[in-house]
């Protein structure tokens, strides 16, 4: 494990232009970065080291963003909240959908927790409340600063009274209601009890928060720790913008910190340059993930390692796939059911359980998946709705809305799939699907899938689906 301080390249691609936000979820071994250049937003491996794009067109508007700056991840919902010029966005199962406009002044950063969304002009901190969707249940509405005029000075206070010179990121203390704000003009500011005060007066463009309330920023000489008392460099800029050295302070450099992100499973501070995704060990994680795990459980699958009387073989198409009934049982309730209870298979001299209307590949796919907790769904394309039909049967949720996610975002914005997947979700009962469907098919509802046969044809309990987002939007 490196250092403490250690700095280390996360990510350096051709592609990069111009990095700002950055974000992560806490249960996807992914960064997600913003490219305001090339307006898209990015995912980066953070095993493989791969980049891939993942919302919007490489240089064009055409994919939804016009410069994408701030961006922020709701975990329990899996989605991006991204500030875009003038708009807050969301990205959720691969659709971008625009929750909020400022007419007024750019929206420079976003920040959200499970009950709010935060957002930062040059100028301004605006706070909404969403709702169980991940969706705003209110406008937004001017916590601190002024709204639509330019201010030269930076003034503590009131909320009402204060004023904010040029805000470039926001983030959230950890009870989620103290707000910590970079104002490059001022300083670090705090907005806490409907009062704003400078924490120091020293330039902040970028702002970062740990598990134990140390503030990490960024400037014009680098990144730095503010503990309360005092600050430090822990890793210093290359003045001329030049040189990006990884390594132990203080031979590590930096060319600029656009924008800071603490992962609080690792312990890195992650921060994007022009054209890099850097990470900086600041504390010294305080839990161990063993990243051979996955790889080492995969091995229980046909394996003689796994005893005999703990064994249990499904044939599928012929072909028997042997796994530990202990791991099966845990993870699915139906197994837990099926083994535990009066039914034919629960009988020891059972040799193998017969699975039907299936695939071979598909069952294999959910046992993986229930053994390990990991899927490559880039090698389900071919098997995807068999996989859905079965974790639904074997009652797998997580790999069910995975499942109804990719799906979607297969089908390109194809509307035809994607009313044919509205037929087959509403068929079966599949409201993840549905829900998935929606999100793409409102966006167009009217220029697009309202006057389509396939769209026509579609059952009372999909129809009420529809009216219930429209009423629910309006």
């Known amino acids: 494990m490196e250092d403490t301080y250690f700095v280390t390249t996360v990510a350096r691609d051709v592609r990069f232009r111009e990095l700002a936000g950055i974000a992560k979820f806490e249960c996807e071994d992914a960064i997600f970065v913003a490219d305001s250049e090339q307006k898209c937003i990015w995912r980066v491996d953070l095993t493989s080291k791969e980049v891939s794009l993942y919302a919007g067109i490489k240089g064009s508007e055409k994919g939804g963003f016009v410069r994408p700056s701030g961006l922020a991840a709701h975990g329990s919902k899996s989605c991006l909240y991204v500030s875009d010029e003038h708009e807050i966005k969301k990205v959720c199962k691969g659709v971008i959908s625009t929750l909020s406009k400022n007419e007024s002044s750019c929206i420079t950063s976003v920040n959200v927790t499970s009950e709010n969304v935060t957002a930062s002009t040059r100028f301004a901190i605006y706070c909404a409340k969403i709702n169980t969707e991940g969706k705003l249940s209110k406008s937004f509405s001017l916590k601190a600063g002024i709204k639509e005029r330019y201010s030269s000075s930076a003034n503590d206070g009131s909320i009402k009274e204060a004023t904010f010179s040029d805000v470039f990121q926001v983030t959230l203390g950890l009870n989620g209601e103290t707000i910590f704000a970079a104002d490059s003009r001022a300083g670090l500011r705090k907005i806490e009890n409907d009062h704003v005060s400078t924490i120091f007066s020293k330039c902040a463009t970028s702002v970062a928060l740990d598990d134990f309330e140390n503030i990490y920023f960024g400037n014009d000489d680098g990144i730095h720790k503010w503990d309360g008392k005092g600050y430090e460099t822990i890793c210093m800029r290359d003045k001329n913008e030049t040189s990006s050295v990884d390594g132990q302070r203080p031979q ?223």
């Open 252 to 474: 590590s450099r930096l060319t600029y910190a656009r924008r800071l992100f603490f992962d609080s499973p690792s312990g890195l501070l992650y921060f994007t340059e022009s054209r890099a995704v850097r990470a900086i060990r600041v504390v010294k994680p305080p839990v161990y993930h063993d990243t051979r795990l996955c790889d080492d459980l995969t091995k229980l699958i046909d394996s003689d390692d796994v005893p005999t009387a703990d064994q249990v073989t499904f044939l599928v198409e012929g072909k028997p796939i042997r796994v530990s009934k202990t791991i099966v049982c845990i993870r699915s309730k139906y197994f837990r059911t099926m083994f535990q209870s009066g039914f034919k298979e629960a009988t020891p001299d059972l040799s193998a359980i017969a699975i039907e209307n299936t695939t071979y590949d598909a069952f294999y796919a959910l046992i993986s998946f229930l053994v390990t907790g990991r899927i490559d769904m880039r090698k389900c394309q071919s098997f995807l709705l068999d996989l859905l039909l079965l974790s639904d049967q074997y009652l797998v949720n997580d790999l069910k809305l995975v499942c109804s996610q990719h799906l979607v975002e297969n089908a390109q914005r194809d509307s035809e799939t994607i009313l044919d997947h509205m037929h087959f979700a509403e068929r079966h009962g599949f409201k993840e699907l549905l829900d998935c469907c929606l999100d793409v098919v409102l966006p167009d509802l009217k220029n697009v899938y309202y006057r389509q046969e396939a769209f026509k044809r579609l059952g009372s309990s999909a129809l009420y689906e529809v009216i219930s987002r429209l009423v629910e939007k309006d």
